[in-house]
């Protein structure tokens, strides 16, 4: 059985992201979809001593573009930006020293479009939780369908037998449409993941997963999927 997950790029998603990347053998990034503003496609949260923040890459263009042909913006040097940011909210993090290189290093290229900049970093970030799995990006495909039927049409393109949904998407598939092409569909759960030691105020699970990273070290993927085989957590 080949088990696909299939999903907009984000910029430094949460855990939960990650997690489904874990559970599947095949990642397709759904880039040639329709770029939302105000979303997860160029921005996320990081907990600061002010409180929680978002970081967030400027773009061009319109909402009539998809994610793949979404330029980011470089009048302004928000690269450096963010850098201080992560630096000044996580350097008294216990792993810091360790994975400030490798987490700061996803903003030494200059990526022409938000797609490439967050695929590039989901790769990086997942090389280092240990997952090593097959990325696809959407745009390379010959599919043609909308919403739940360009999904079972990827699903079909790359032999997937198995799909694996966030839960959102309960809001517009038509589990009866896999039945039919013989596609077993499985929703993902997001819910109980372990509290962890993080840095300034209430703890929040709704953070970029670098919060993790430098937080807990190599024991973060306890936190993402190892909790469920009984690890000791951090």
Request: charged share 25%.
């Amino acid at each position: 059985m080949i088990k696909a997950a299939i999903i907009q790029s984000n910029y430094l998603p949460w855990k939960g992201y990650f997690d489904i990347i874990h559970d599947v053998d095949v990642f397709i990034f759904l880039d040639d979809v329709q770029y939302t503003k105000r979303d997860w496609r160029n921005r996320n949260k990081i907990k600061t001593p002010g409180g929680l923040k978002w970081i967030s890459v400027p773009v061009m263009g319109s909402i009539d573009q998809m994610i793949y042909e979404t330029k980011i913006d470089y009048s302004s040097d928000w690269m450096t930006q963010h850098k201080k940011m992560i630096h000044h909210s996580y350097a008294a993090s216990k792993y810091y020293d360790q994975y400030a290189d490798d987490i700061l290093d996803i903003f030494a290229p200059r990526y022409e479009n938000i797609s490439e900049l967050n695929i590039s970093a989901i790769k990086k970030i997942s090389a280092l939780l240990g997952l090593d799995k097959e990325f696809i990006n959407s745009k390379d495909l010959a599919t043609t369908g909308r919403k739940d039927d360009k999904l079972i049409e990827i699903c079909q393109e790359i032999g997937a037998d198995c799909y694996l949904s966030g839960p959102a998407a309960k809001d517009y598939i038509v589990p009866e449409k896999f039945q039919k092409m013989k596609i077993d569909l499985e929703y993902k759960d997001y819910s109980g993941y372990p509290e962890y030691a993080q840095l300034w105020g209430t703890f929040d699970h709704y953070v970029s997963i670098i919060d993790l990273i430098f937080n807990c070290g190599e024991r973060a993927p306890y936190h993402i999927w190892g909790w469920r085989n009984i690890l000791k957590p951090c």
